[in-house]
């Protein structure tokens, strides 16, 4: 399948692995890379900008695929604006094939010379964002691509709360730039409905917790192949950083406190990064926010990358050959 989102990244299928706290580490990058797809490391689970450099050296032993790596431009205690500068130098040096970028435009965050730095590097820069004023700024910025991210999705969606079938044609009418739908895709009818709304490919990330190659303790991945789509939640929408997570204990805390018109320092301990990275790996699915999507109500075994990558292709490629022969 040859899309546009393929022939940026040099990659054989059109599915990206999004940023994944915890999770997106060199085994899972490359098993994803290795399939066909673009895998993903995630920035954030280095606390400095050299541990970075060795995950990158440590994926490249693992596959000679491109993969792309996650800066996360979000208010952070452990993680300062120099860190952030400090992977976003690194990634550039390295070369990595592309830069998944998310919470801010890098232009206004690091400076527009940002911009220009990576092009020269050849690192395709990808804005993961919520709205059209904000794909229409990337694109002026210079960006190489977009991913459209809807109310669906794990992690922290934009407060617009668009979904993706909805943003996904909006913003592919409104840029030039190839579209990258996020938010509720597992599988090869999410990518089908992507490309037919405008898009040249899917990002999922919950749907590769639930394989072999993501370090995810199994308690977890076994708990999300129960669960179904209104098993998530949207926690710290009072304090205008809305997280979509598992419906569990801590979950349920965090908006009794904000139902109490809890301030930000009462959620504050609830929200500590190691509760969660502790969680992932004992499998305690009860202790910490557990970002996932709605998309956890596709998920329905765990499988390789390899398996789940060739599963989502075939079963697009059947999904697009059999539109407009259904019996309406
Ligand atoms: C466990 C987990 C951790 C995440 N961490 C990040 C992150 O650090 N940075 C980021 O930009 N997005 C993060 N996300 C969001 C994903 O990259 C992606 O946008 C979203 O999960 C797509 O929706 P889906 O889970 O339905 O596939 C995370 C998602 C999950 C499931």
């Known amino acids: 399948?040859?899309?546009?989102?393929?022939?940026?990244?040099?990659?054989?299928?059109?599915?990206?692995?999004?940023?994944?706290?915890?999770?997106?580490?060199?085994?899972?990058?490359?098993?994803?890379?290795?399939?066909?797809?673009?895998?993903?490391?995630?920035?954030?689970?280095?606390?400095?900008?050299?541990?970075?450099?060795?995950?990158?050296?440590?994926?490249?032993?693992?596959?000679?695929?491109?993969?792309?790596?996650?800066?996360?431009?979000?208010?952070?205690?452990?993680?300062?604006?120099?860190?952030h500068q400090g992977y976003f130098d690194v990634c550039c040096e390295e070369g990595?094939?592309?830069?998944?970028?998310?919470?801010?435009?890098?232009?206004?965050?690091?400076?527009?010379?940002?911009?220009?730095?990576?092009?020269?590097?050849?690192?395709?820069?990808i804005h993961k964002l919520g709205s059209v004023r904000h794909a229409l700024h990337a694109e002026s910025a210079g960006y190489d691509a977009v991913i459209?991210?809807?109310?669906?999705e794990g992690g922290h969606p934009l407060d617009?709360?668009?979904?993706?079938?909805?943003?996904?044609?909006?913003?592919s009418e409104s840029i030039g730039m190839p579209v990258i739908t996020a938010g509720g895709i597992a599988d090869g009818r999410g990518l089908a409905a992507a490309l037919v709304l405008g898009g040249s490919g899917v990002m999922m990330a919950s749907r590769f917790i639930a394989t072999d190659e993501c370090e995810a303790n199994d308690l977890i991945k076994q708990e999300l192949v129960k669960r179904q789509e209104f098993d998530t939640t949207?926690?710290?929408?009072?304090?205008?950083?809305?997280?979509?997570?598992?419906?569990?204990?801590?979950?349920?805390?965090?908006?009794?406190?904000?139902?109490?018109?809890?301030?930000l320092e009462d959620i504050l301990p609830f929200m500590i990064g190691s509760r969660s990275k502790e969680a992932w790996s004992n499998g305690d699915v009860e202790m910490a926010p557990l970002a996932v999507g709605q998309s956890i109500g596709l998920i329905k075994d765990v499988v390789s990358c390899d398996e789940l990558l060739k599963r989502v292709a075939s079963q697009a490629e059947s999904a697009l050959a059999g539109a407009g022969k259904f019996d309406l």
Request: proline share 4%; hydrophobic share 40%; with cysteine.
């Open 1 to 83: 399948m040859r899309t546009r989102m393929t022939e940026l990244l040099g990659i054989e299928h059109p599915v990206m692995c999004g940023g994944m706290m915890w999770l997106a580490l060199p085994g899972l990058c490359s098993a994803i890379s290795n399939a066909g797809g673009l895998g993903n490391l995630t920035a954030g689970n280095y606390d400095t900008a050299q541990e970075l450099r060795a995950a990158i050296g440590e994926t490249r032993r693992l596959t000679d695929k491109p993969f792309c790596v996650n800066i996360t431009l979000l208010p952070s205690v452990r993680i300062t604006r120099e860190l």
């Open 96 to 125: 990595v094939a592309a830069l998944e970028i998310s919470g801010a435009p890098i232009d206004r965050y690091l400076g527009e010379e940002a911009v220009e730095k990576a092009k020269k590097a050849g690192v395709k820069l």
């Open 148 to 152: 459209a991210a809807g109310i669906e």
């Open 160 to 171: 617009d709360d668009v979904t993706t079938t909805v943003l996904t044609p909006r913003i």
């Open 234 to 263: 949207l926690i710290c929408r009072s304090i205008k950083l809305q997280m979509r997570c598992l419906k569990n204990e801590i979950a349920g805390k965090v908006l009794q406190v904000e139902a109490g018109n809890g301030t």
